[in-house]
């Protein structure tokens, strides 16, 4: 079975860090494209970060670009999202996804798994 479990989201002062962990288990994932998506209250699930998990070729929205780096520890079979110079706006539910037949890293529908999400808030 399948499992995408993340971790190490919390509440934050504005400018400050987090490190977000997605644990991932239930198959091999080399192949896959592992995404983290946030989605703020009232707000669509949007795409914050990929990874193609064999390359380690990333990619990210302007909105995130320079603030934040997805990484995989092999050895763990984890993903990482490390977030820098947060802020308020960033506040929201953070998910990992994997997906194995991924075109468009930016679009919900093509990832297969997601996890339950963790919450991320940043105070001004």
């Known amino acids: 079975q399948v499992q995408l479990v993340e971790s190490g989201g919390g509440l934050v002062q504005a400018g400050g860090s987090l490190r977000l962990s997605c644990a991932a288990s239930g198959r091999t994932f080399r192949g896959y494209v592992m995404g983290w998506f946030r989605q703020a209250p009232g707000k669509e699930r949007e795409f914050v970060a990929a990874m193609i998990w064999s390359t380690s070729s990333t990619y990210y929205p302007d909105s995130v670009k320079g603030r934040f780096t997805i990484s995989s520890d092999n050895a763990k079979n984890t993903v990482y999202l490390q977030m820098n110079s947060l802020k308020p706006e960033d506040t929201a539910v953070y998910y990992c996804?994997?997906?194995?037949?991924?075109?468009?890293?930016?679009?919900?529908?093509?990832?297969?798994?997601w996890g339950q999400g963790t919450q991320v808030t940043v105070s001004s």
């Open positions: 996804a994997a997906g194995s037949r991924v075109k468009l890293v930016l679009r919900r529908a093509e990832y297969d798994y």
